[in-house]
């Protein structure tokens, strides 16, 4: 967080505040400049082209299903090591929304 105390417009100190909530792995953080009024946003993780949904809580969604397990006993063994993990809601978005037609696309072309 050291890294993003300081402005980088004018140089002036900062309070960069963590975004929680998002319902999944990635980190954002938010800087407000004082002085300057110049912001700037910080995320741990790319956002997927064309969305605004977090590429490494895709990737996990996808490890879950993929993998064959179950998303509700993966996310809370996610939870009790305290790892931050796509919420269950995510994860069935990103099913929906993402993840079956990548599994249809490939049933499609023969793998298994």
Known sequence: MKLLCRCVNCGAEISPELRSGSGGAAV???CLCAVCSHSFVWRSSDLVAGTQVNHIDLVMSAAILFSGSQAAQAIRMFDIMNVPAVTRATFYRH???YLHK???CYGCIGFS
């Open 28 to 30: 954002v953080v938010e």
């Open 102 to 104: 990548v599994y249809s």
């Open 95 to 97: 099913q929906l929304k």
